[in-house]
Nanobody
Framework: QVQLVESGGGLVQPGGSLRLSCAASGFTLDAYAVGWFRQAPGKEREGVSCISSSDGSTYYSDSVKGRFTISRDNAKNTVYLQMNSLKPEDTAVYYC????????????????????WGQGTQVTVSS
């Protein structure tokens, strides 16, 4: 069964850090580009970051650039999102998703290009 499972969310104070994991089962994750998206209450889902399958290129939204880092561990079939200097506006449900398409700087954040999605993990940044 093809499945993506996110973990690592939780409650953290502003300025704190979390590392989210996206673990795949039933398929090999390194054959796919993996994107992280988030959805805050009352807002549309937005792209946060993406890592390509081909050359490991990474992409970030302007709102997280310099604070978040996406990476892969192919041996563990897992993609990570290291989130530092968290802000209250980072509060959202975070989802990972995969696409077999070659991602580009233009469309990596287009959620309709991603086929498989995890169930999401809640991140709350609050004092």
């Amino acid at each position: 069964q093809v499945q993506l499972v996110e973990s690592g969310g939780g409650l953290v104070q502003p300025g704190g850090s979390l590392r989210l994991s996206c673990a795949a089962s039933g398929f090999t994750l390194d054959a796919y580009a993996v994107g992280w998206f988030r959805q805050a209450p009352g807002k549309e889902r937005e792209g946060v970051s993406c890592i390509s399958s081909s050359d490991g290129s990474t992409y970030y939204s302007d709102s997280v650039k310099g604070r978040f880092t996406i990476s892969r561990d192919n041996a563990k079939n897992t993609v990570y999102l290291q989130m530092n200097s968290l802000k209250p506006e980072d509060t959202a449900v975070y989802y990972c998703a995969t696409t077999s398409r070659v991602v580009s700087r233009v469309w990596w954040g287009f959620e309709h290009r991603y086929a498989n999605w995890g169930q999401g993990t809640q991140v709350t940044v609050s004092s």
